[in-house]
């Protein structure tokens, strides 16, 4: 039989540091964190190698005292909690106390730290979780923590690292989500001694998105704010026209902290649903303010993954939300005759002309250096230079705004017209004030439809147009309940599992209102005889499989996927096609009923039912407007 063996403290740290710093990117996650919990609104990040030889994290934070810093390093030592009790109303991103333990015990860790009431600081060297020096030095407020050859002494974790290039760009992706976390917190990220990226600290998180991901993405986001009960969520939604083929662009935060969440991204994508094809994905950034009594984090170690209270309710109230925010605005998708190089050459312009005016924030050292130096010299000054000094400040923020207004006027002034989804006419175009300057000019290639509205040229596939129509009546039908069974004879036998049978129980009714005719037929097999009539032809077995399952899931709100999809099926069969001829009246007729839809600007699968031309379009391509 094994003996059981009771492990010494440096196996037990590397054991424990496994499961808290699982690559470079986990130690940079931990220490800015710990930044952002000390009060710090200034964080710089240096990388070497993808972090494995050299990270450096600097901060202006509150600093640790000199008799707390030995004990900052001990395993489960935090000033985050006191209790288990303290866990149910969380303020802090971290609070396991684990993240210095589990890095020194894997890596070269060195700390200076001072604390603002203290005159020096402290320097502490940390070698596989073993203190090697400490020693007083002087040092301005803050913290920095630089950790060297990171697994230099766990070589069976170390070779199932990546390139340094690929764990680079870990550590970069991490870093433009812990900006957007904090847009009040100034960012600076340095790679191999190259500025990636830095932010100011302003607040503006469109900024910030400017700043990682460009103009084009920033120009087609919408601010978002919903107020629910126990929850505020803000952030930006982006366009239907910028959607992406995965969700890794579904950000999502809590309470400050960065989250991965299926239970948010679903409400999110059904919000979206009537405005994105299958298989694509919304462009979100989201942050949620809950109660804390609410939401459990301690359940992984990386604190990305976090437990809701009532999840079925927050799922509704999210995707409702979202769903409000984009009915509340109107998205043609505008094209552009310009070619992507043309407008490529046009960003990469601007963008030059706007580097040049950008500052570079100070590091934090640095800024304190420089607060100084301009109070000493100030110290040295006749009374009217010092006033002179003194009033500078406003009367540089003066020039500014003044160099910002005339460069605005000049772009307002400026015969320039963006690509980007239309979102406001003068009239909405849901209104019949709006429908009554509608000027249908003709049938293209017997498939589209020709309409000037204003200085824009729509146009409406009438496929797409129908289709969505009939879509909505039938789903009108369902929700008011006013459907028709057809019989099946003989009838279906199905046989259901016990999870399948306590599931169709418990939603017995709302198959039912569906328009299934089920009974018992002993055991655990039932009896089918009757299925609804709109969607009669379908494959039943699998069809009544299809909404069991999706009943038993958690999140499930409103009518099933699956009868959605044979909806719009059904909707798209009916449809009239492309290459047939239809008449004016009929056009009329469709058009109007079109514009009675919360959503006229999608069919079903998310393709678009109008698309939008401007006239400037035109006339820089007929060489009117150079």
Same mark, same amino acid.
């Given at each position: 039989?094994?003996?059981?063996?009771?492990?010494?403290?440096?196996?037990?740290?590397?054991?424990?540091?496994?499961?808290?710093?699982?690559?470079?990117? #986990?130690?940079?996650?931990?220490?800015?964190?710990?930044?952002?919990?000390?009060?710090?609104?200034?964080?710089?990040?240096?990388?070497?190698?993808?972090?494995?030889?050299?990270?450096?994290?600097?901060?202006?934070?509150?600093?640790?005292?000199?008799?707390?810093?030995?004990?900052?390093?001990?395993?489960?030592?935090?000033?985050?909690?006191?209790?288990?009790?303290?866990?149910?109303? &969380?303020?802090?991103?971290?609070?396991?106390?684990?993240?210095?333990?589990?890095?020194?015990?894997?890596?070269?860790?060195? &700390?200076?730290?001072?604390?603002?009431?203290?005159?020096?600081?402290?320097?502490?060297?940390?070698?596989?979780?073993?203190?090697?020096? %400490?020693?007083?030095?002087?040092?301005?407020?803050?913290?920095?923590?630089?950790?060297?050859?990171?697994?230099?002494?766990?070589?069976?974790?170390?070779?199932?690292?990546?390139?340094?290039?690929?764990?680079?760009?870990?550590?970069?992706?991490?870093?433009?989500?812990?900006?957007? #976390?904090?847009?009040?917190? #100034?960012?600076?990220?340095?790679?191999?001694?190259?500025?990636?990226?830095?932010?100011?600290?302003?607040?503006?998180?469109?900024?910030?998105?400017?700043?990682?991901?460009?103009?084009?993405?920033?120009?087609?986001?919408?601010?978002?704010?919903?107020?629910?009960?126990?929850?505020?969520?803000?952030?930006?939604?982006?366009?239907?026209?910028?959607?992406?083929?995965?969700?890794?662009?579904?950000?999502?935060?809590?309470?400050?902290?960065?989250?991965?969440?299926?239970?948010?991204?679903?409400?999110?994508?059904?919000?979206?649903?009537?405005?994105?094809?299958?298989?694509?994905?919304?462009?979100?950034?989201?942050?949620?303010?809950?109660?804390?009594?609410?939401?459990?984090?301690?359940?992984?170690?990386?604190?990305?993954?976090?437990?809701?209270?009532?999840?079925?309710?927050?799922?509704?109230?999210?995707?409702?939300?979202?769903?409000?925010?984009?009915?509340?605005?109107?998205?043609?998708?505008?094209?552009?005759?310009?070619?992507? %190089?043309?407008?490529?050459?046009?960003?990469?312009?601007?963008?030059?002309?706007?580097?040049?005016?950008?500052?570079?924030?100070?590091?934090?050292?640095?800024?304190?250096?420089?607060?100084?130096?301009?109070?000493?010299?100030?110290?040295?000054?006749?009374?009217?230079?010092?006033?002179?000094?003194?009033? %500078?400040?406003?009367?540089?923020?003066? &020039?500014?705004?003044?160099?910002?207004?005339?460069?605005?006027?000049?772009?307002?002034?400026?015969?320039?017209?963006?690509?980007?989804?239309?979102?406001?006419?003068?009239?909405?175009?849901?209104?019949?004030?709006?429908?009554?300057?509608?000027?249908?000019?003709?049938?293209?290639?017997?498939?589209?439809?020709?309409?000037?509205?204003?200085?824009?040229?729509?146009?409406?596939?009438?496929?797409?147009?129908?289709?969505?129509?009939?879509?909505?009546?039938?789903?009108?039908?369902?929700?008011?309940?006013?459907?028709?069974?057809?019989?099946?004879?003989?009838?279906?036998?199905?046989?259901?599992?016990?999870?399948?049978?306590?599931?169709?129980?418990?939603?017995?009714?709302?198959?039912?209102?569906?328009?299934?005719?089920?009974?018992?037929?002993?055991?655990?097999?039932?009896?089918?005889?009757?299925?609804?009539?709109?969607?009669?032809?379908?494959?039943?077995?699998?069809?009544?499989?299809?909404?069991?399952?999706?009943?038993?899931?958690?999140?499930?709100?409103?009518?099933?996927?699956?009868?959605?999809?044979?909806?719009?099926?059904?909707?798209?069969?009916?449809?009239?096609?492309?290459?047939?001829?239809?008449?004016?009246?009929?056009?009329?007729?469709?058009?109007?009923?079109?514009?009675?839809?919360?959503?006229?600007?999608?069919?079903?699968?998310?393709?678009?039912?109008?698309?939008?031309?401007?006239?400037?379009? &035109?006339?820089?391509?007929?060489?009117?407007?150079?």
């Amino acid at each position: 039989m094994a003996k059981i063996k009771i492990l010494d403290s440096q196996t037990i740290d590397k054991i424990a540091a496994g499961e808290v710093v699982e690559r470079p990117s #986990s130690v940079v996650k931990e220490l800015v964190e710990n930044a952002i919990d000390a009060g710090a609104d200034a964080v710089t990040v240096e990388i070497k190698d993808g972090g494995t030889s050299f990270i450096r994290v600097t901060d202006n934070g509150s600093g640790i005292e000199k008799s707390q810093v030995e004990n900052a390093f001990l395993r489960h030592a935090t000033s985050k909690i006191s209790s288990a009790e303290d866990l149910a109303s &969380l303020a802090s991103l971290g609070f396991r106390g684990e993240a210095l333990a589990s890095i020194a015990a894997v890596a070269q860790t060195e &700390l200076i730290t001072k604390t603002p009431e203290e005159l020096t600081g402290v320097r502490l060297l940390v070698e596989g979780g073993a203190v090697r020096e %400490r020693e007083e030095i002087g040092a301005p407020q803050g913290t920095t923590l630089i950790v060297r050859n990171l697994f230099y002494n766990t070589p069976a974790r170390k070779k199932f690292l990546k390139q340094p290039r690929t764990e680079g760009a870990y550590v970069a992706d991490l870093m433009e989500h812990l900006a957007m #976390s904090n847009p009040k917190v #100034s960012f600076k990220f340095n790679l191999n001694g190259q500025t990636r990226f830095y932010t100011t600290g302003s607040g503006d998180l469109r900024e910030i998105v400017h700043r990682i991901y460009g103009k084009e993405i920033s120009g087609e986001l919408t601010d978002f704010r919903c107020e629910r009960d126990g929850m505020t969520v803000t952030g930006l939604l982006g366009k239907p026209v910028i959607n992406r083929a995965n969700r890794s662009y579904e950000i999502f935060y809590i309470n400050g902290r960065y989250i991965r969440s299926t239970l948010i991204g679903k409400a999110v994508e059904e919000g979206y649903r009537e405005y994105l094809m299958q298989h694509k994905f919304p462009f979100c950034i989201l942050h949620f303010q809950v109660d804390t009594e609410k939401i459990d984090v301690n359940v992984h170690p990386s604190k990305m993954e976090v437990r809701i209270a009532d999840g079925p309710a927050f799922y509704e109230e999210v995707r409702a939300a979202v769903e409000e925010a984009l009915r509340g605005r109107e998205m043609i998708p505008e094209v552009s005759l310009s070619t992507e %190089r043309e407008r490529r050459a046009e960003a990469k312009k601007e963008e030059a002309c706007n580097t040049q005016t950008k500052e570079v924030p100070p590091e934090p050292f640095e800024a304190n250096r420089i607060a100084r130096d301009r109070e000493s010299a100030a110290a040295r000054l006749s009374p009217i230079q010092a006033i002179y000094e003194k009033s %500078r400040p406003a009367q540089e923020s003066v &020039l500014r705004q003044t160099v910002d207004y005339v460069a605005s006027a000049k772009e307002q002034d400026a015969p320039v017209e963006k690509t980007e989804q239309m979102e406001l006419f003068d009239d909405k175009l849901l209104s019949g004030k709006a429908r009554e300057r509608y000027e249908i000019i003709g049938q293209l290639f017997e498939t589209y439809w020709l309409i000037s509205y204003q200085d824009k040229l729509l146009i409406v596939d009438q496929h797409a147009a129908h289709e969505k129509v009939r879509y909505e009546r039938l789903m009108r039908h369902f929700k008011e309940k006013d459907i028709v069974s057809q019989n099946i004879n003989p009838p279906m036998i199905v046989t259901l599992n016990n999870r399948e049978k306590e599931c169709y129980l418990l939603h017995e009714e709302e198959f039912a209102s569906l328009g299934f005719e089920i009974e018992a037929f002993g055991g655990s097999e039932y009896a089918i005889r009757g299925v609804p009539m709109d969607l009669y032809g379908y494959t039943e077995e699998t069809f009544f499989y299809e909404i069991l399952d999706e009943l038993a899931a958690e999140s499930v709100t409103g009518t099933p996927e699956s009868i959605r999809i044979r909806i719009a099926t059904m909707a798209c069969k009916a449809a009239v096609k492309g290459n047939m001829r239809i008449s004016r009246q009929e056009m009329e007729a469709l058009l109007d009923e079109l514009l009675t839809l919360d959503n006229p600007y999608n069919c079903p699968h998310g393709r678009p039912t109008i698309i939008s031309m401007s006239k400037y379009e &035109l006339e820089k391509k007929f060489k009117r407007i150079v």
